[in-house]
T-cell receptor, first 114, second 109 residues
Framework: DTAVSQTPKYLVTQMGNDKSIKCEQNLGHDTMYWYKQDSKKFLKIMFSYNNKELIINETVPNRFSPKSPDKAHLNLHINSLELGDSAVYFC?????????????FGSGTRLTVV | GQNIDQPTEMTATEGAIVQINCTYQTSGFNGLFWYQQHAGEAPTFLSYNVLDGLEEKGRFSSFLSRSKGYSYLLLKELQMKDSASYLCAVIVSNYQLIWGAGTKLIIKP
């Protein structure tokens, strides 16, 4: 069973379109994250939710909107896609203060905007 | 500002030992992670250090010195499958991580 699963794995779309990426974790973790990894390989936090509540909202264009229907799911919706949005987006989860187990990442969604 | 420095790339020989260094300057510190990331795949958790000293886990060990803002990951008995990027990340506060750009490790036969 996949611990953190995100779909789709690959997404190619045209500028101006709206798209969503879904993420689900079956680890019982209470915190979920969205990260963006650009071509330089830096992982940058975008959003973090703890028990469905937004706790981190970095400087991200408001075209990006996260939604957490329950603590096992955190979806990312992107409006009016731009070329610069092309990157790999990773969903991750962790269990609150139990940092010794680290964050568990999904397999990533490679978004290409053409 | 927040800053994490790692070498961009390192090369080592199969069977040898390699040490990957990480230095950090951050506004807070609640621990440090090391992650392994193979090309095209998700990062996977290797280690977590919050106290000074060496944590050993099989062929991999991680060291932390909080006073020096310094950590290293030590990989022993290198195998070809260890070719990957190794990411250092500092937990600043409130679930926020600052990530280094990663060190690409190339293993040669």
């Amino acid at each position: 069973d996949t611990a953190v699963s995100q779909t789709p794995k690959y997404l190619v779309t045209q500028m101006g379109n709206d798209k969503s990426i879904k993420c689900e974790q079956n680890l019982g973790h209470d915190t979920m994250y969205w990260y963006k990894q650009d071509s330089k390989k830096f992982l940058k936090i975008m959003f973090s939710y703890n028990n469905k509540e937004l706790i981190i909202n970095e400087t991200v264009p408001n075209r990006f909107s996260p939604k957490s229907p329950d603590k096992a799911h955190l979806n990312l919706h992107i409006n009016s896609l731009e070329l610069g949005d092309s990157a790999v987006y990773f969903c991750a989860s962790s269990q609150g203060g139990e940092l010794g187990y680290g964050y568990t990442f999904g397999s990533g969604t490679r978004l290409t905007v053409v | 500002g927040q800053n994490i420095d790692q070498p961009t790339e390192m090369t080592a020989t199969e069977g040898a030992i390699v040490q990957i260094n990480c230095t950090y300057q951050t506004s807070g510190f609640n621990g440090l992670f090391w992650y392994q990331q193979h090309a095209g795949e998700a990062p996977t958790f290797l280690s977590y250090n919050v106290l000074d000293g060496l944590e050993e886990k099989g062929r991999f060990s991680s060291f932390l010195s909080r006073s020096k803002g310094y950590s290293y990951l030590l990989l022993k008995e290198l195998q070809m499958k260890d070719s990957a990027s190794y990411l250092c990340a500092v937990i600043v506060s409130n679930y926020q991580l600052i990530w280094g750009a990663g060190t690409k490790l190339i293993i040669k036969p």
